[in-house]
Nanobody
Framework: QVQLVESGGGLVQPGGSLRLSCVATGIDFSAYDMGWYRQAPGKERRLVAGITDRGRPSYPDYTKGQFTISRDNAKNTVYLQMNNLEPEDTGVYSC??????????WGQGTQVTVSS
């Protein structure tokens, strides 16, 4: 059974930082591209960071320089370091595991709230 379990969310003040983790079980983690997505209230879910199976990160313009994605294949874990958080970063953050031609998998998500 495949499971992706996120952790590390919570309430943080503007300007603060959080580090999210996503642990995957039931898949050959090192063979999967991983991504972090955010769904803000009333908005569609969208990608905030991705990392290939070989460890190459990529970011959309709206998170570049603010978020850092990394992975530890020995721990089957992908991380998202988020700095200088602002209220617009509030949302549910989910991780996704994908590879060409295979089913993609999603975690349940972890809530991040940025508020003073």
């Amino acid at each position: 059974q495949v499971q992706l379990v996120e952790s590390g969310g919570g309430l943080v003040q503007p300007g603060g930082s959080l580090r999210l983790s996503c642990v995957a079980t039931g898949i050959d983690f090192s063979a999967y591209d991983m991504g972090w997505y955010r769904q803000a209230p009333g908005k569609e879910r969208r990608l905030v960071a991705g990392i290939t199976d070989r460890g190459r990160p990529s970011y959309p313009d709206y998170t570049k320089g603010q978020f850092t994605i990394s992975r530890d294949n020995a721990k089957n874990t992908v991380y998202l370091q988020m700095n200088n958080l602002e209220p617009e970063d509030t949302g549910v953050y989910s991780c996704r595991a994908g590879r060409p031609g295979r089913q993609a998998y999603w975690g349940q998500g972890t809530q991040v709230t940025v508020s003073s």
